[in-house]
């Protein structure tokens, strides 16, 4: 039974993004993982560790392994990861002659970490393509109505006359900031994470790095030399960006809430909220979610960065609680996205105030 509310069986009319959830699923983390474990296994055999036909049959029936989710289930919670359970499960569907390509030389991190990269460049060109939709939207939205007058308002009292166009620029102009943001933080974030039993890549041999190369161009995501199993910087930038996006969302439902009270009427809304006592009433449902959502990443903010605070090479509790956080952000951040658009596009009429 689903207890979270994005997937909730009535919460997630509210809260749901399937896209988003096909992304973050244990169906998607569990092909970017078999991803990650053919790609180096294929590593192994262009650099000589192994015979390139070897890694090659190995790769191609790696891809093909259909593991048994209890299995994994049951080592994940006995081993904490899930990693030595799927590798037990590709050692007993190949061969073998074949074993010698799977895993050898990395660690559970390296596979985790590089199938949630893998994700996150998906997550990212959903979230930039939202961003431009919700962009262009906002200067329909200015083309048509922008010119309407406005009670401009400081600290929520009356100042002067405004257009529509002057408020919704506060709403769309964060948005270019936030799409150049993105293109700024994707190469520290999109990278495969290679550094074997302790990150320094020494289990991999000499041909350490050139097994990454090979890694990153068959992922097709960033390489670096530098491991991150226990430096977190770009996983809580990325939390920062989204919640950063998600602040502007929730000023935008702010703004929307107080124009749509009664006796204010500065915008009509196409959709709004029932209630079940008071039939004259149309909440704004999906303004007052967009201040819910931005209220909800910057609190969980903080946890991301609790969650750098790593111990040494490695820390289980920590990296633990980056698991439990980060797609809940993800999630909300998607929500809003979708919410946003949906707000703009059922605005019938703002302002037209008579001076």
Known sequence: M????????????????????????????LQHMLAVEAAYARALGATGVIDSKIAEEAAELIEAVQPDPAVLKTGTGKDGVVVPALV?????????????????????????DTSLV?????????MASRLRMLSDALDELIKNQGANKLQGRTRMQAAKLITVADRLQAWRQPLAAHLQRLEELSPRLLVIQLGGAVGNRAAMGENANAI?????N???IGNTP?????????????SGWLSLVTGTLGKMGQDITLMAQQGIDEIVLRQAGKSSAMPHKRNPVTAELLITLARFNATQLSGMHHAMVHEQERSGSAWTLEWMILPQVIMASGCALNTALRVVDSIEQIGQIDA
Not at 88 to 112: N, R, Y
């Open 212 to 216: 990454a190369d090979f890694v990153a």
């Open 88 to 112: 037990q499960e590709l050692k007993s569907a190949l061969p073998d002659h074949l074993h010698a390509a799977i895993h050898s030389g990395l660690t559970s991190q390296d596979v985790i």
């Open 218 to 220: 068959a992922l097709n």
């Open 118 to 126: 893998l994700a996150l460049k998906r997550v990212c060109e959903i």
């Open 226 to 238: 530098e491991n991150w199993h226990a430096r977190r910087d770009n996983i809580a930038e990325f």
């Open 2 to 29: 689903a207890t979270d509310i994005f997937s909730h069986s009535w919460l997630s009319g509210l809260f749901a993004d399937d896209e988003l959830a096909d992304c973050l699923g244990a169906s998607a983390s």
